[in-house]
C-alpha cells in the first residue's frame, strides 16, 4: 500500500514516495469522511493475503477453494488489433482478429504482475484488484493518462465495478446518510450541473442527499453571476441544509449536453472548490471522445464562416508521450495541488460495457479508503473479466509460456500468443474510436441541421401567391465531445401549446415511436437536477444518441427523427395529442414495445 501522505506531514501506511520535494503534499481530508467511512478498519483476512506471496508456503490459513477444482481449463477470444478502426496505420491486415488464450494455471510464470491465469484470476483476490491489470493500470494512469499530477507522490489507483460502482463508493465515503427525522442542519448537499446522468440521483437521493444545480451555460458549469458556483456556495442558505461539500461533474463530453469544458473554465472551478473546501468528483466515461473538427463542420453545414482556430488543452504538463494524448483537453487532475479531485473510469465506452470494470483515481489517503470499502461491499471486478481485460492490454513475458494441455481450439495448429495492446495500442484504439464517433456525429447531426426547419405555405383565398412561413422547430449545438446530442425543441411554437403546453413534450416523444418513423428518443425532463428544472425547462430538451445504432441506421434515424418532428407540427387534433399521452403509463415510460424501433435514447450513459 502507498504511504498514505499529507500536508502537515502526517503518515500512514508503509513505503516511500516519489522524490518530487517541489510538490505539495495532498490536503488532509478526513473531516469529510462519513460516519461508515471514519470506523472502517482493514479486512484482517485480507491482510495475510501478502503472505501468499512468499515462496514455498504452504497455506491453510485462507478460506479459499482449490484451483484445480475451477470447471475451466482455458479461456479463449477473439480479439480485436489496436488497429482495428484506424486502416492508415500501416497494419497489413487491421480487421483481422488476435486469438488469445489465458491458461489454467501459468506456473511457469513467478512475477505476479505478469502472470494470467484463471488459478489466480479466478481465486479471491485484493481489493484493489488483479495484479496484472492494477499494475498496468496504474501505470498507464500515472504516466500517460495524468502525468505531473501537481501533489507529492501523486495518484493511487483502485478497480472497480464501472463509474456507478465507483461513485456508489464515494457517496459511501462521503455521504452519511440523512434522515427526515434528523437536523436539517446535517443534510448533506451534491453540487452538480443543471442537467445530470440520471442514476446519479437515484444513487444519492435515497441517502439523503438534496441535489445542488449550478446554472450552465454554453460553455458548461458556470463560475460567476446569479446561480454559478461562487453564488451557490457563497451565499448558501443554512435552512436547506449543510454547504455542499461534494460536486459530481462530467466536463469531457457532459451527459446529457455533450459540453467540453475547458482548462480555463476548469482552473476557475477549481479555485472555488479549493476556497469552499468542496471534493470534486469527476465522471469522465467519454473523455478520449472529443471532436476537434465539430466547430468547423458545424460552420460548414450552417453555412457560417470557418471559426477561429483554438485550443481548449491550455496546461502546462509533462507530455503523455502519444500526441492524440496530448491533443485531448484534460481533466482536474493536472490543476488537482490540494488532492480534492477523485476521478472515475471505466472500460464501458472503450470495451464494452458489460465489462463492469473501471478504476477510481485519487490522491492514496482516499484510495486507501475506497480499498476499505471495497473489501466489505464488491471485493472486486469479475475475474473473467479482469483476466480478458489482462490478456488484451498486457504482452506476454519473454519466456513462452507452455500450450495448455487442452484448447477449445485443439484441433487447430497451437497459435502463438500475440503481444498485448500496451499503451501505444490502447492510445491507438482509443484514437480509432473517436475517429468513428466523430464521423457517426457529423452525418447526424448534418441531416438534424438540414431539418430544423419547417416551411409552411398556408391555404389562401388567392391562387396567385402564398405566405411561406418558415417555423423554427429545434436548434442544438453540435456536441464537442462525447456520445449525445442535446436539442431544445420549440414548443412554444407548435399550434397546440397553448392548449397542452409541457405535455407536448411527452406526446412527441409517443409520436415519434410510432407510425413510418419508429424512432426512440430521451426527454430532456429525466435529466433534470431537481424538480424544478424539470418542470421549468426540462421538458423542452430531448436527447438523441449517435453511438448506438448499427452504422447504416445513423442516417436513418435521424432521418426520421426530422420526417416525424416535422409531421408532428402539422397536427391540429386535440384529440391526437390525447391519444398519445393516454398511451404513457407514467412520465417517462412508454407502453409497448415497436417492431423495428431505432434507438436514438440511448439510456444507459454511464
Known amino acids: 500500500m502507498a504511504s498514505l501522505s499529507y500536508r502537515d506531514d502526517s503518515r500512514q501506511g508503509a513505503g516511500g514516495l ?3 520535494d517541489d510538490k505539495p503534499l495532498p490536503l488532509d481530508f478526513t473531516h469529510h469522511y462519513s460516519d461508515t467511512t471514519k470506523s472502517r478498519n482493514a479486512s484482517k483476512i485480507k491482510a495475510i493475503y501478502k503472505f501468499f506471496q512468499i515462496p514455498g508456503i504452504l497455506n491453510i490459513a485462507g478460506g479459499l477453494p482449490n484451483a484445480q477444482f475451477f470447471p475451466y481449463d482455458t479461456l479463449e477470444a477473439q480479439a480485436a488489433k489496436p488497429e482495428r478502426w484506424s486502416p492508415s496505420s500501416g497494419s497489413s491486415n487491421p480487421s483481422a482478429p488476435n486469438h488469445i488464450t489465458i491458461p489454467h494455471d501459468d506456473s511457469t510464470q513467478k512475477d505476479l504482475l505478469q502472470k494470467i491465469d484463471l488459478a ?6 485484493m481489493a484493489q484488484g488483479y495484479p496484472p491489470l492494477l499494475g498496468w493500470i496504474r501505470q498507464f494512469t500515472r504516466d500517460h493518462l495524468h502525468p505531473g499530477v501537481p501533489y507529492k507522490g ?6 472497480t465495478c464501472g463509474s456507478t460502482d465507483g461513485f456508489a463508493k464515494a457517496l459511501n465515503l462521503f455521504v452519511t446518510p440523512w434522515r427526515t427525522t434528523d437536523p436539517i442542519s446535517s443534510r448533506p448537499g451534491l453540487l452538480c450541473e443543471t442537467y445530470v446522468y440520471t442514476n446519479i440521483t437515484n444513487q444519492a437521493t435515497p441517502l439523503g442527499v438534496q441535489m445542488v444545480p449550478v446554472k450552465t451555460d454554453e460553455s458548461g458549469m458556470a463560475v460567476s453571476g446569479p446561480g454559478g458556483l461562487e ?3 457563497a451565499n448558501w442558505d443554512s435552512s ?3 454547504r455542499p461539500h461534494l460536486m459530481y461533474t462530467v466536463t469531457l463530453g457532459h451527459n446529457p449536453t455533450g459540453i467540453l469544458l475547458s482548462v480555463e473554465r476548469k482552473k476557475e472551478i477549481y479555485a472555488i472548490c479549493s476556497k469552499y473546501d468542496v471534493i470534486i468528483i469527476e465522471d469522465e466515461p467519454y473523455w478520449y471522445l472529443q471532436f476537434p473538427e465539430a466547430s468547423s463542420l458545424e460552420a460548414e453545414s450552417r453555412g457560417l464562416p470557418p471559426p477561429p482556430r483554438s485550443s481548449l488543452s491550455t496546461v502546462t504538463t509533462p507530455s503523455s508521450g502519444f500526441p492524440f494524448l496530448d491533443s485531448l483537453t484534460p481533466s482536474f487532475t493536472p490543476l488537482d495541488t490540494d488532492g480534492r479531485v477523485v476521478r472515475l473510469d471505466t472500460f464501458s465506452k472503450t470495451v464494452a460495457p458489460g465489462c463492469r470494470l473501471g478504476w477510481i483515481t485519487a490522491q492514496p489517503a482516499l484510495i486507501e479508503r475506497f480499498e476499505r470499502i471495497t473489501e466489505a461491499t464488491t471485493q472486486q471486478p469479475s475475474g473473467f473479466v479482469q483476466a480478458l481485460i489482462s490478456k488484451l492490454l498486457i504482452s506476454p513475458p519473454p519466456t513462452p509460456s507452455p500450450t495448455p494441455s487442452f484448447s477449445l481450439f485443439s484441433h487447430r495448429p497451437p497459435p502463438s500468443q500475440p503481444s498485448g495492446w500496451q499503451p501505444s495500442g490502447f492510445v491507438t484504439w482509443l484514437s480509432g474510436l473517436r475517429t468513428r464517433y466523430q464521423t457517426r456525429m457529423a452525418r447526424m447531426c448534418t441531416i438534424l441541421d438540414s431539418g430544423s426547419v419547417l416551411i409552411t405555405t ?11 412561413k418558415k417555423v423554427k422547430l429545434y436548434d442544438f449545438s453540435w456536441p464537442r465531445a462525447g456520445m449525445f446530442i442535446w436539442l431544445r425543441m420549440h414548443f412554444f411554437s407548435h399550434p397546440l401549446f397553448p392548449v397542452f403546453k409541457s405535455a ?3 406526446a412527441l416523444m409517443v409520436w415519434l415511436t410510432g407510425g413510418d418513423y419508429k424512432v426512440l428518443v430521451t426527454t430532456g425532463a429525466i435529466f433534470a437536477a431537481n424538480d424544478e428544472i424539470k418542470e421549468g425547462e426540462g421538458w423542452e430538451y430531448f436527447r438523441l444518441c449517435f453511438a448506438a445504432e448499427e452504422e447504416e441506421n445513423v442516417e436513418l434515424a435521424a432521418e426520421r427523427f426530422v420526417e416525424g418532428v416535422k409531421a408532428f407540427w402539422e ?5 391526437v395529442i390525447k391519444k398519445l399521452l393516454e398511451e404513457v403509463k407514467s412520465d417517462d415510460e412508454v407502453v409497448g414495445e415497436q417492431e423495428g424501433l431505432v434507438n436514438l435514447a440511448g439510456f444507459m450513459g454511464c
Request: a negative charge.
Open 231 to 233: 453564488d451557490v456556495l
Open 458 to 468: 398556408p391555404p389562401t383565398r388567392s391562387h396567385s401567391w402564398a405566405v411561406v
Open 504 to 506: 407536448l413534450s411527452t
Open 240 to 242: 436547506k441544509g449543510k
Open 154 to 159: 501523486g495518484p493511487e489507483v483502485v478497480l
Open 571 to 575: 397536427v391540429r387534433d386535440h384529440e
Open 120 to 125: 489466480t484470476a479466478l481465486q479471491y483476490g
Open 18 to 20: 516519489s522524490d518530487d
